[in-house]
């Protein structure tokens, strides 16, 4: 009985759902929205890697979503290892069970449970919380893709990510609560968005030239980032942007800085760690809000020798001790 069931798996090469073993599910989709007309439900119980190939819409989405995430009676999502869809191309569609999708747009596919997503190669945008929850901890963003949406990888296992160089823009929340994301490479863009890191487990970060605005609360309670780079180009720094960033202990503020929102590294119920704040500008910057002094109260701020005065006189930057560098 076991043999027959097996001959039945690996003889369907020639129907567009194919078991290239007993392990690897390979679907092609030859109109949208059919992917799960060419999968048989005995091919997924012994499935743990699926490769979709061809054009897929929302409803094609929706079912790959539930291959790579819905359990079995045994608590288990039938996809575990891997989910290829590089060969797909996303296209226009809607569905009043499923929802819509837009044509190069990644959607729908949060709470994934398998281990390594392949995305399609051909889209340029990740849509709103397209990949949210996922349990894989590396993913590769397509060369092609020029935006990434609000919250679309927040609460997801990745643990390192290389965003592409055209990436132009990203939304809030992009990697928020993101706990095992240690590392970063960053594209150049003009604004790190509002809670873009709020809550990673990031060491080191370069942000790279370019890059004007850190938004409120963009790297909020990053507890283990110790060393940070800001690039010549930075203009503001918002409200929050470094609260609850227990190591770190230095930072340079490079001269063309315009504005600093209050309680930018600290506040007054969470003291920041910081120990030395260098600021190159000759001037001080303007002040959002009340002062940029709260929570920092045993640091050290460092200005031009030539400067020293202006910021031992300004209200807002009350700092208990200024030096001269």
Partial sequence: MASAFLLMLLSCGDEPGRVD????????????????????????VEAKCLIVRGDINCVDLAHIRNFGYAPDEHGNAPVKELLDMSGCNIVDGESEEFGISEKDVLSGLGWIKCKDIRLPESIRAIGYSALSYVETRTVRIPDKVESIGIGAFAHSCVSEMDIPSTVKSMGRFVFWDCQQLRRISLPEMKEIPFGAFSGCALEQVHIPEGVEIIGDGAFEGCRMLSELTLPRSLKKIGMSAFVSCESLKSLTVPEGIAEISEYAFGDNFLKSPLKELHYQAKEPCWIYGVTVVAGVEDCVLYVPRSSLFRFEVSGNWGFKDVAGE
Avoid: A
């Fill in 21 to 44: 073993s007993l392990e690897t599910l390979t679907v092609n989709v030859k109109v949208p929205g059919t992917l799960i007309d060419n999968v048989k439900p005995e091919e997924l």
